[in-house]
């Protein structure tokens, strides 16, 4: 007898529980208007796509800034109290204004003099004096080569 009643009361719940259940969404007006998106799909992708591009700029902007930061801690210059009063010369006069035209022209010609100098020193042909000729002579002699000339 426990058994049974037992069954039926398992019996009885399944069925308000299944009374409960149903197969259509309940739903209200706050999320009809949610489902139902009064603007057009393209407008929606093209909002989505500028929300992507959106966090793909803060990405950027936050990467940058980490970047700095990391490579302001990396080198920090100690600089004397002279070298905070002294001022830069090196971008504020440029090079005609340093040195006339014709001191530029001069530095070029004993550059060019230079070189030509050097080049009168190179030879063709290496430099061979007498020992060094009867060395090869023999060198040949050795390999098989008397009679053949460089």
């Known amino acids: 007898l426990s058994a049974e009643s037992k069954d039926k009361q398992r019996i009885e719940a399944a069925k308000q529980e299944m009374r409960r ?11 009809e208007d949610a489902v139902a998106p009064t603007t057009s799909i393209f407008q929606r992708l093209y909002n989505k796509e500028m929300e992507k591009q ?38 504020s006069a440029t090079t005609s204004d340093k040195y006339s035209f014709k001191t530029l022209q001069r530095m070029d010609e004993i550059r060019k003099e230079k ?8 030879m063709d042909a290496p430099d061979i004096n007498p020992k060094s000729s009867t060395l090869a002579l023999k060198q040949r002699e050795r390999e098989g080569m008397a009679g053949y000339s460089h």
């Open 21 to 31: 259940c149903r197969s259509v969404p309940k739903i209200n007006r706050l999320t």
């Open 54 to 91: 959106a966090r793909h700029h803060t990405t950027i902007l936050i990467m940058k800034k980490k970047e700095d930061e990391m490579f302001s801690t990396l080198f920090q210059p100690r600089i004397s109290n002279k070298g905070h009063r002294s001022k830069g010369i090196a971008g």
């Open 115 to 122: 070189i030509m100098k050097e080049m009168e020193t190179m």
